[in-house]
């Protein structure tokens, strides 16, 4: 193997997936802690806001309880290179999460063990089925009253149709929680209390049917511990690596965040069966993460990252090759040669200037306004990337300016936010109106805000009778000309400058469809 391949077989790229409380913020700290990218735990959300505390709307985010942003987060463990890109939780920001989630190789399903799975997991599962994205699980709150857990693998097995393979086992639970069981090496790991906030002590006692085991943990648990353990490697699946990977089968790990316990155990293992970066499509073509040419693409934009800066990022998932500080890069879309001196990385939580990065890592682009979601870059090759869609928004406003005067700071503000994809733009072709079309409603929320504090411009809704909207394409341009002439009132550019059909009902979007059954209207758009 060249050096290159080995440096990429150590990088591990992944998101995690949840419901909202069952505990990915308090995961990702711990994950932080054990990677030594962070002195003390308790201090991401913190952290992210000591960076950002003049920006408002990173307080809407903590008062609301939810995490808008996607950030990424690097950290060594073991001779292993940790890429975790955080999704965001709330339902209203599936699309961002989405796109994040074709960004990584692999994904950690985090489950509160009161409550088992819920809606918002189920909606995540659907999303890496599509990619047969391999699943970690980590069985969160075990220092809580929780329910019965062979109860809630089953559930897992046939809500979320995967089947489990549980690696460790816990030893009690609540205030009775005392660790976990490794079923494989026969090893006890013992919770220590009071380690919350520091990397804990790894205290483990080999063998479960020993007098150590009983003098640590009492007979009485012994002998119970014996029995489930019995039961529960009769009833559940033995890991297989190859199933794992082909997203069949999940390893099971169980632990407290908040504790500050099993997620080293099941760390471990991760960073062994989760992974390298794999192969992506593009076109015609799959482009393998060892090729020695650089080439990524942009999963996602954030403005203002910085308040001090007032900069646009770009997040770009390295696909092949190496980034070097300085390089001229191909833009595909533009079909321009660009030189990038200054991209940034997220290690240890820090954005530092990065003079290297390859396959598999992601890099921030300073973005001035050329860069979209979905855009390729290549070290010369006129490739693109598939599989990165916007998808039509289901909810429409009209924004309305307090002061007309400001409209320069409304277009330019609106634009920028749209580009990030949480939101989308569509400028009507015979009027000015600016429509905003979202897939939830907070997203309004948010556009609101961002607008007020970063834009300085105070903006209104106006309810707008649209009910969806479609892109549209037409090979025969004697029947596109024709379809624009009769559909003009109802035709609309959106933020990226594509042509849209903005139906007032779904009835007037099929009876136009059954009218021009030579235009191709989609509801998802390819970069
Ligand atoms: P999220 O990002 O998935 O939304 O979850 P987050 O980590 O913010 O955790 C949600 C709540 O669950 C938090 O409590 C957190 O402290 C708690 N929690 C996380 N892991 C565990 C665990 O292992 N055991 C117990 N008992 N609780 C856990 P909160 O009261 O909502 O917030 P906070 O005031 O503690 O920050």
């Known amino acids: 193997m060249s050096q290159f391949a080995e440096e990429v077989g150590k990088r591990r790229t992944f998101g995690i997936i949840s419901h909202p409380d069952a ?13 030594n990218a962070i002195q003390l735990a308790g201090t991401v959300k913190g952290k992210k806001t000591g960076r950002m505390a003049t920006s408002d709307w990173m307080k809407m985010e903590q008062d609301r309880g939810i995490s808008i942003t996607t950030s990424v987060m690097q950290f060594p463990y073991k001779d292993r290179m940790v890429n975790l890109l955080d999704t965001p939780g709330h339902e209203d920001f599936s699309e961002d999460t989405y796109r994040t989630l074709t960004a990584v190789d692999s994904v950690l399903m ?5 409550k088992g799975v819920e809606d918002r997991t189920v909606k995540l599962m ?7 994205t391999p699943i970690f699980t980590f069985i969160n709150k075990m220092d809580r009253e929780v329910r019965d857990q062979i109860d809630v693998l089953d559930e897992i097995e046939s809500v979320l149709k995967i089947k489990c393979a549980p690696i460790t086992w816990p030893i009690g639970m609540g205030k009775a929680f005392r660790g976990v069981y490794n079923l494989y090496t026969d090893t006890i790991h013992l919770i220590q209390p009071g380690q919350a906030s520091i990397v804990p002590d790894d205290v483990q006692i080999q063998g479960l049917n020993t007098d150590e085991a009983r003098a640590e943990l009492g007979a009485d648990v012994v002998e119970e511990m014996i029995e489930e353990v019995e039961l529960v490697r009769g009833g559940s699946y033995e890991f297989n690596l190859e199933e794992y990977l082909a997203g069949e089968m999940t390893p099971v790990f169980f632990g407290t965040a908040l504790a500050n316990f099993g997620i080293r155990e099941m760390l471990n293992y991760f960073v062994e069966w989760a992974p390298a970066p794999i192969s992506r499509e593009a076109g015609d073509r799959t482009v393998l993460p060892t090729e020695e040419k650089f080439s990524g693409f942009i999963f996602k934009i954030q403005a203002n990252m910085d308040p001090k800066h007032r900069d646009r990022i770009a997040f770009m998932r390295i696909c092949s090759g190496t980034y070097s500080r300085g390089m001229k ?15 940034v990385t997220f290690l240890a939580g820090d954005r530092t200037n990065v003079e290297e990065a390859i396959s598999g890592e992601i890099i921030g682009l300073h973005n001035h306004g050329t860069i979209q979601i979905g855009d390729t870059f290549t070290q010369g090759e006129d490739m693109r990337f598939t599989g990165i869609p916007h998808f039509a928004p289901e909810l429409f406003k009209r924004v309305r300016l307090k002061d007309p005067l400001k409209m320069k700071q409304l277009q330019k503000g609106l634009q920028q936010l749209s580009e990030e994809g949480a939101t989308q733009l569509f400028m009507p072709l015979n009027n000015n109106d600016l429509i905003l079309g979202a897939v939830g409603v907070l997203q309004f929320d948010v556009v609101q805000q961002r607008l007020r504090d970063e834009y300085k411009v105070e903006c209104i809704y106006e309810p707008i009778s649209v009910s969806t909207a479609r892109w549209v394409y037409c090979d025969d341009e004697k029947i596109f000309a024709e379809f624009k002439r009769k559909s003009a009132e109802n035709l609309a550019v959106d933020g990226g400058g594509h042509l849209t059909y903005i139906a007032p009902t779904r009835v007037n979007l099929s009876l136009t469809q059954d009218r021009f059954p030579e235009v191709e209207f989609s509801a998802t758009r390819e970069h």
């Open 23 to 35: 505990g990915k913020t308090t995961i990702t700290e711990k994950l932080l802690l054990l990677g």
């Open 110 to 114: 985090v489950i509160d063990g009161a």
């Open 126 to 132: 659907d999303v890496c089925r599509l990619r047969d």
């Open 329 to 343: 890069m191909r833009h595909s879309r533009l079909g321009k040669d660009i030189k990038v001196a200054d991209a």
